[in-house]
């Protein structure tokens, strides 16, 4: 029976730890997200769809190759966001918020290039415009 449970055990500590997310840790000011990084184009236009829901304290974050004006959407999203933008001195220069939407969707779009970007619940982001933030890679 001792074998059946370190057994189970072993099972159960491989799958749990299999099924989280990699997380890094995102600082603007006196908050701190633990964010998942989207970097290539297919995450870039995942982004958050088909989610349920987000914990307050975390988020996805938008690398793009240069800075550019993106467009997001809300579409098939089951939450409001807040988009946070950034320049590339890693600056806040717009945060836009977003409703639900399951159609017809309008664009949602920063009004300068930028090179990141946060996806966040609504209301989550205390920050202001100029404010730097900072990235640690977890593994």
Same mark, same amino acid.
């Given at each position: /029976?001792?074998?059946?449970?370190?057994?189970?055990?072993?099972?159960?500590?491989?799958?749990?730890? &299999?099924?989280?997310?990699?997380?890094? #840790?995102?600082?603007?000011?006196?908050?701190?997200?633990?964010?998942?990084? *989207?970097?290539?184009?297919?995450?870039?236009?995942?982004?958050?769809?088909?989610?349920? =829901?987000?914990?307050? =304290?975390?988020? /996805?974050?938008?690398?793009?190759?240069?800075?550019?004006?993106?467009? !997001?959407?809300? $579409?098939?999203?089951?939450?409001?966001?807040?988009?946070?933008? !950034? &320049?590339?001195? $890693?600056?806040?220069?717009?945060?836009?918020?977003?409703?639900?939407? *399951?159609? =017809?969707?309008? #664009?949602?779009?920063?009004? /300068?290039?930028?090179?990141? *970007?946060?996806?966040?619940?609504?209301? =989550?982001?205390?920050?202001?415009?100029?404010?730097?933030? !900072?990235?640690?890679?977890?593994?």
């Amino acid at each position: /029976m001792k074998k059946f449970w370190r057994i189970f055990f072993i099972f159960f500590v491989t799958f749990f730890f &299999s099924c989280q997310k990699n997380f890094s #840790k995102l600082k603007i000011g006196d908050q701190i997200f633990f964010i998942e990084i *989207a970097r290539t184009q297919q995450q870039h236009a995942r982004g958050l769809m088909f989610r349920k =829901n987000l914990p307050e =304290n975390r988020g /996805m974050f938008f690398i793009f190759e240069r800075e550019k004006i993106p467009k !997001f959407w809300m $579409k098939n999203v089951n939450f409001p966001l807040e988009i946070v933008f !950034f &320049s590339a001195d $890693k600056k806040v220069v717009e945060k836009i918020s977003g409703e639900i939407c *399951a159609e =017809n969707c309008p #664009k949602i779009s920063p009004k /300068m290039p930028i090179k990141f *970007a946060l996806e966040l619940p609504k209301n =989550n982001f205390r920050g202001k415009i100029g404010d730097e933030f !900072f990235l640690e890679i977890l593994k």
